[in-house]
Every structure is written in C-alpha cells, then in structure tokens.
C-alpha cells in the first residue's frame, strides 16, 4: 500500500527493557516486537512510521518538536514521564500533532501515583491496559482521524 502519511512511535524510559522487565505487567513482547507491530499496523493503513525510544525526556522533547514538520500524527508511550513531565505535555500540546497516549498495564489498577497523566488532556485519546495491541489500536485511531 503506498504511504499516505507518516506517525511517529514514541516509547520512554525502560521500555528498551520490554520483554524482560516485570513480564507478569508489562508481558513477553520485546520493544523490537512492538516496534514491528507498529511498522506493520501502520503500513496497512497506508502509513509509514518511525519508532524511537529514550530513557532521556529531553530526546522525546526533540522527537516531538522534529515530527512538527514530518510527522502527522504521534503514538506515545511516555513511561513514567507521563505521570510527571509537564515539558511533554508543553510539546504535545505546542506541536499540535492528533497524539494517542498508550499504557501497556492498566494504570488505573497499580500504585496511585500512576492513576494521573500529564498527557491524558492534551492527547486525542487514551488507551490504557490493553498490552501491546494498544499500539495497533493507537495507530488505527490515528489513521481514522487523519482519514
């Protein structure tokens, strides 16, 4: 299918760590296998995508000003920055890209600090608890809005 858009795949700190960190919360998947969920979720939308992930809040904060110009839309998984980085939330808000904010656990049934995210109001929708697969649901919600 040929490309009509391009997304970008935003996955923050320890998530380099999928597949072997708490498996019982975050599962099996490696981030190579969510990135390559991704590439080929978006692919058959006719999308293309880039996937990037940092353990530094300032490389997702220059990830999110680049895609203002070859991007158009965001998937991110911010980690624990989604539950503190107000930075983020200033450049989700700045760039003004459709962005889908994604939680592979139910954040809502762990330790309270996680039941808030900076990201959540600015973010065109939320998916939360629903593994991996929330990435493919992330980037098909993206391509409806981006119709």
Known sequence: MTSTGNLLVLNGPNLNLLGSREP????????DEVNELCISTAESAGFS????????????????HAARG??????????????????????????????????????????????????????????VGAGINGYALAIQHLAKLLG
């Open 49 to 64: 995508v880039e996937c990037i992930q940092s353990n530094h809040e300032g490389d997702l904060l220059d990830a999110i």
């Open 70 to 127: 070859t991007a158009d839309g965001i998937v991110i998984n911010a980690g624990a920055y989604s539950h503190t980085s107000i930075a983020l939330r200033d450049a989700i808000s700045g760039v003004g890209l459709p962005t889908v904010e994604v939680h592979i656990s139910n954040v809502h049934a762990r330790e309270e600090f996680r039941h808030h995210s900076q990201l959540s109001a600015v973010s065109s929708a939320v998916i």
């Open 24 to 31: 019982a919360v975050y599962g099996s998947a490696t981030l």
